[in-house]
């Protein structure tokens, strides 16, 4: 200690900077609504995937605002207009009428992970504040039977989804069959 003491003996205090000094940054703010609305999302989600798989009762369908109907396939999947709206806004928005802002590409995901990023995304989209986005979900082609999993879960999450305008089919410039033009509300 006396060699410290010995060592800084002619050690003067600096002079004072002529700086401001900030206070410590706030911290940033918590996005709690942000968070209860993606846990919500993926309760619903849990109860989608926990009513697929066992059968469905219909109390369980009535809570989740799903009906044991709702697996009859609808015919023309390629596109959906909530009723009410005009018609003409699936054919601006087949033809890119509205800029496509973001994508979501689905290729490599099983069904509930691919319904999941998906429900996630629109989330995501409608914070946003983005209208028209395209989600792609491939053809199917190497899937067991090439049958197209992806494409008829896809397309059934979104005409349930109260955020979800119209969808359609793209041009092949866009991803044809293997993907879908989705509308969002503003």
């Keep these: 200690m006396d060699a410290f003491r010995e060592a800084v003996r002619d050690a003067r205090p600096l002079k004072p900077h002529n700086r401001v000094v900030h206070d410590t940054p706030k911290p940033r703010p918590h996005p709690a609504k942000r968070e209860e609305d993606e846990r919500a999302v993926l309760h619903e989600l849990a109860l989608l995937a926990h ?10 369908a009535e809570l989740s605002g799903t009906f044991p109907d ?8 390629a596109r959906y ?3 009410g709206l005009p018609p003409d806004i699936l054919r601006k928005l087949r ?4 800029v496509i802002q973001a994508s979501l590409d689905l290729h490599g995901l099983t069904g509930d992970e691919a319904v999941a990023e998906t429900a996630v995304f629109l989330a995501a989209c409608r914070r946003s504040g983005l209208r028209c986005v395209r989600i792609i979900h491939g053809k199917g082609l190497r899937s067991p039977g090439r049958e197209p999993v992806l494409k008829r879960r896809i397309r059934k999450l979104l005409t ?27």
């Design 51 to 60: 009513d697929e798989n066992r059968g469905r009762s219909r109390r369980s």
């Design 70 to 77: 709702d697996d009859v396939e609808f015919e023309d999947d």
């Design 81 to 83: 207009l909530r009723p």
């Design 95 to 98: 033809r890119t009428h509205w």
């Design 160 to 186: 349930r989804r109260d955020e979800v305008l119209a969808f359609v089919e793209p041009r092949a410039i866009h991803g044809g069959g293997g993907a879908v033009v989705v509308l969002l509300e503003a």
